[in-house]
């Protein structure tokens, strides 16, 4: 198994831009789940998906789209980038049952200038 | 509103000493507890989770006590060595629903000293 995997690594943006970060596993599990990580302020819940089709609202939404067409795919949609959308971005799955150990990919690492 | 939160930032150990990280939470009805381990430039990578009818749980080298009176967890490490190194969260489930979701806090950074 893969696991969680995110491409790209690496991203720079110009403020305005739109881009897609894409996500995928190979486990099977219903939640998938968008963080970011900034310096001193942990990890944030973004979006989040319980199963295709179904998606909702986390903690710092707003800037970010989501959609979930398959249980394996959940990618993430950035609007317009603006350097507050500086940061690490990791997706993470995990089965909806506990317990919630969630499997988290490798992280994109995004600059916007 | 539910939060999760550390009582340290940084935590500096010599190894072969064991370590303590603590971590304070706010939400009574949080069904999970779970702590994660960031090394520098990877994701977090689960380590031990407790459910909140225990006291105590182990798993290798690691120790997770759960305190319901003061809403206090903690994870002991034993023997601490430079592998170690790195930043430590807890997360606990939020009392909305057996959806998946977590609440990290803001996480500790252990130093292992040589």
């Known amino acids: 198994n893969a696991g969680v995997t995110q491409t790209p690594k690496f991203q720079v943006l110009k403020t305005g831009q739109s881009m897609t970060l894409q996500c995928a596993q190979d486990?099977?599990?219903?939640?998938m789940s968008w963080y970011r990580q900034d310096p001193g302020m942990g990890l944030r819940l973004i979006h989040y998906s319980v199963g295709a089709g179904i998606t909702d609202q986390g903690e710092v939404p707003n800037g970010y789209n989501v959609s979930r067409s398959t249980t394996e795919d959940f990618p993430l949609r950035l609007l317009s980038a603006a350097p507050s959308q500086t940061s690490v971005y990791f997706c993470?799955?995990?089965?909806?049952?506990?317990?919630?150990?969630?499997?988290f990919g490798p992280g994109t690492r995004l600059t916007v200038t | 509103g539910e939060s999760v939160g550390l009582h340290l930032p940084t935590l500096s150990v010599q190894e072969g000493d064991n370590s303590i990280i603590n971590c304070a939470y706010s939400n009574s009805a949080s069904d999970y507890f779970i702590w994660y381990k960031q090394e520098s430039g990877k994701g977090p990578q689960f380590i031990i989770d407790?459910?909140?009818?225990?006291d105590k749980r182990q798993g290798q080298r690691v120790t997770v006590l759960l305190n319901k009176t003061v809403k206090h967890l903690s994870l002991q490490i034993a023997a601490t060595q430079p592998g170690d190194s790195a930043v430590y969260f807890c997360?606990?489930?939020?009392?909305?629903?057996?959806?998946?979701?977590?609440?990290f806090g803001q996480g500790t950074t252990l130093q292992v000293k040589p």
């Open positions: 993470a799955s995990s089965r909806t049952g506990g317990p919630y150990k969630q499997y």
């Open positions: 407790i459910r909140s009818n225990m």
């Open positions: 486990m099977n599990h219903e939640y």
């Open positions: 997360a606990e489930t939020p009392s909305s629903g057996n959806t998946g979701k977590l609440i």
